[in-house]
Nanobody
Framework: QVQLVESGGGLVQAGGSLRLSCAAS????????MGWFRQAPGKEREFVAA????????YYTDSVKGRFTISRDNAKNTVYLQMNSLKPEDTAVYYC????????????????WGQGTQVTVSS
């Protein structure tokens, strides 16, 4: 019912920046929270950031606060993750997720997931 497609990943040196985009299609009117998760090899999926539909609330995991910024453009049905001052430990597959209800850091609260985009940060 909702499809999410991430883009913007790639290879960047430590200290560099990337901007991820996630375009939603389908029953986008049903989406309330949009978020980003990431998963590195051998690790569990980790919450990164989330934003409410009216953009009044944003949430970040401690390790990215001050470096990453989540935003959304409801007219374009798109959520963004601006990533600055990237570190090698940020290397992971980044997944966009959407929830039809308020949700923050719990993956099972999200209803739809994108295919993921690889972010690799070299030292």
């Amino acid at each position: 019912q909702v499809q999410l497609v991430e883009s913007g990943g790639g290879l960047v040196q430590a200290g560099g920046s990337l901007r991820l985009s996630c375009a939603a299609s389908g029953r986008t009117f049903s989406i309330y929270t949009m978020g980003w998760f990431r998963q590195a090899p051998g690790k569990e999926r980790e919450f990164v950031a989330a934003i409410s539909k009216d953009e009044s609330s944003t949430y970040y995991t401690d390790s990215v606060k001050g470096r990453f910024t989540i935003s959304r453009d409801n007219a374009k049905n798109t959520v963004y993750l601006q990533m600055n001052s990237l570190k090698p430990e940020d290397t992971a597959v980044y997944y966009c997720a959407a929830a039809t209800r308020p949700a923050i850091a719990i993956a099972t609260m999200y209803d739809y997931w994108g295919q993921g985009t690889q972010v690799t940060v070299s030292s």
